[in-house]
Nanobody, 122 residues
């Protein structure tokens, strides 16, 4: 099992950039698919991006071309670079981990961080 701690959220204006980090503790980090989800007030948690151990990323349509997921297996850390932020990106962003197989369903992930707030003002 890994434990996850997110950081890097904040309040920014539309068009700005933020980079979120998720530090994992525990063993065998490279065996995990790492994902980012987000949840806006009154909405369900939604998939943002996931990345396989080799670095291949998959993105939700609303963030394609603006967000980039990456991982550093030596540092047990996954990142989410968010560019050209929009007010509709405002949400709590969660890091999640799942062994081996990728998924875009939140219910398929057993390990979650505590979340970090991202607020984008217009």
């Amino acid at each position: 099992q890994v434990q996850l701690v997110e950081s890097g959220g904040g309040l920014v204006q539309a068009g700005a950039s933020l980079r979120l980090s998720c530090a994992a503790s525990g063993r065998s980090f490279s065996d995990y698919v790492m994902a980012w989800f987000r949840q806006a007030p009154g909405k369900e948690r939604e998939f943002v991006a996931h990345i396989l151990r080799g670095g291949f990323g998959t993105y939700a349509d609303p963030v394609k071309g603006r967000f980039t997921i990456s991982r550093d297996n030596a540092k047990n850390t996954v990142y989410l670079q968010m560019n050209s932020l929009k007010p509709e990106d405002t949400a709590v962003y969660y890091c999640a981990a799942r062994r081996f197989l990728p998924s875009i369903r939140p219910d398929d992930y057993a390990t979650w961080g505590q979340g970090t707030q991202v607020t984008v003002s217009s």
